[in-house]
């Protein structure tokens, strides 16, 4: 069966400042850097983030590349910590502006649309050290940071995000102890995450105040949704899994698209007395300062139960739900993560229903993959035909979503070359391009190859047995 696109649909793939460019030349060190510091074991082969795919000094090579795969559409972030030299006043590094003006008008100039995100998890350390998202000073800096970005690169940017996935660091770093500086404190967490979307609302405010004259200039936070499935229909299963959707996912659209807070959600934080600190005024920046399109990562869905046993542990969000293991699932066993490409549907249209159609697109989808050199040919290329399996199944149901209507205009692969990531390091791989750790050298894969000829004809070509897997 063909699966056909929109016309101007974006092809592309994501990729983050950390995870690509490598930390030379860059004036501080973010929580990232300094983790790595303080317990390389952490890290798969203790492998850093110094070098990562050196993208730092191997951009133009990196953009032949994506020409040579038809990509039409790229994102990837400016590392706060390269940007700015002094923190407190915004002054920027000047050889961070020459290279990041260097790499996005290159991308102009071959014609790739090219999303910018500002915060992809890297905190600079200093304002680490004194609380990161938790102080609300660093919240005024991260809109002054984000400001000196608007102004700076304005002209090359079509398309802004203020931050990737801002409910992760919250679970990883004040909830559940899975990174740098391993706290868990549900009270902090809400204040963290209240003072997150508070930042976001700010630098979207910047964003607003500068290009007033220019309405073709849009701005978005890339959310990560992982709705919540109830393990059946008993009422306090469905009551698990919707208050798991409150904490997880509609607590940043919510506040992202329509500037509020669902009462529910407000209610039990205030019965758990974690209601954190929060004033009206910030609250009518939230509220005036809405994004112009939604920007979605998609990765697995959650499934969830009400609590088996009564809950005794500290006072966190899971006692209202716990995770329950469907024995049906489909997993990648190299991340552990389900695969569930209907989700992608369910995910078009609530936002049709429920998010008055705004347009948006996929900004990550993906499948990372250990030990994928055992798939090399005799040429050194990757088949890694599962990738490209995980990619169809999910363009069927997303197109299927598109047909009836949902306002999805692209869909962005994680990732582009092979990158670093948080622990994992270069565990799991996720590119369509494989890199060599030794020589840096990159090599299509071939799902790289399978990806140009679908952006080249703007359809694909899917069997049978990809289409209802689930
Ligand atoms: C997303 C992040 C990315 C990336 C990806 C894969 O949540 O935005 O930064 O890392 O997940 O996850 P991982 O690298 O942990 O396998």
């Not at 509609?250 to 974690?274: C, H, P, T, W, Y």
């Not at 008055?356 to 993906?366: H, L, T, V, Y």
């Amino acid at each position: 069966m063909k699966i056909k696109f929109p016309e101007n649909f974006l092809w592309g793939a994501a990729t983050s400042g950390p995870q690509s460019e490598g930390s030379k030349d860059k004036p501080h060190l973010n929580v990232m850097d300094k983790w790595f510091q303080l317990h390389p074991e952490d890290f798969h082969n203790q492998v850093g983030p110094e070098i990562t795919c050196n993208s730092y000094e191997k951009y133009p090579e990196d953009i032949e590349l994506m020409q040579r795969i038809n990509l039409n559409s790229f994102r990837t972030s400016i590392q706060w910590s390269r940007l700015i030299d002094d923190l407190e006043t915004g002054t920027v590094n000047q050889k961070a502006l020459k290279y990041y003006r260097d790499y996005f008008s290159r991308l102009k100039k071959a014609n790739i649309k090219l999303m910018v995100n500002l915060y992809h998890f890297d905190m600079p350390w200093e304002l680490q050290e004194v609380g990161g998202f938790a102080n609300k000073h660093v919240v005024d800096l991260f809109a002054l940071y984000a400001k000196r970005c608007f102004e700076s690169f304005g002209d090359l940017v079509d398309m802004w995000s203020t931050m990737n996935e801002p409910i992760v660091p919250v679970e990883a770093q004040y909830l559940y102890k899975w990174w740098y500086p391993y706290i868990s404190d549900y009270k902090l967490a809400a204040q963290v995450g209240y003072n997150t979307i508070l930042a976001h609302a700010k630098a979207v405010k910047e964003f607003k105040i500068l290009f007033a004259n220019d309405s073709k200039k849009e701005i978005t936070v890339v959310l990560n949704l992982t709705p919540s499935y109830s393990k059946d229909d008993k009422p306090e299963n469905i009551k698990a899994a919707k208050l798991s959707d409150e904490f997880f996912n509609k607590s940043m659209l919510e506040a992202a698209v329509n500037g509020r807070f669902n009462q529910e959600f407000i209610d039990v934080l205030k019965a758990d007395n974690v209601l954190p600190e929060f004033n009206k005024s910030e609250l009518d920046i939230i509220a005036n300062n809405r994004i112009d399109f939604l920007a979605v990562n998609y990765y697995q869905p959650r499934r969830i139960q009400g609590r088996e046993k009564p809950y005794s542990g500290e006072n966190m969000p899971d006692k209202h739900f716990e995770n329950f293991d469907w024995a049906e699932k489909r997993i990648n066993p190299h991340r552990g993560w389900e695969i569930h490409p209907e989700t992608i549907y369910n995910i078009a249209m609530d936002i049709k229903n429920n998010y008055n159609n705004i347009k948006w697109f996929i900004s990550e989808n993906g499948m990372g993959v250990e030990g994928e050199e055992k798939f090399k040919n005799q040429d050194g290329v990757i088949q890694d035909d599962y990738r490209i399996d995980f990619i169809k199944e999910h363009l069927y149901w997303l197109h299927k979503a598109i047909q009836e209507g949902s306002n999805c205009f692209g869909y962005q692969m994680w990732t582009f070359i092979d990158c670093w990531s948080w622990a994992n390091s270069f565990k799991n791989r996720y590119g369509f391009v494989s890199l060599d750790l030794k020589t840096q050298a990159r090599t299509i894969k071939k799902s790289g190859t399978w990806i140009s000829n679908c952006i080249i004809n703007n359809e694909f070509e899917i069997e049978e047995n990809l289409v209802n897997k689930n």
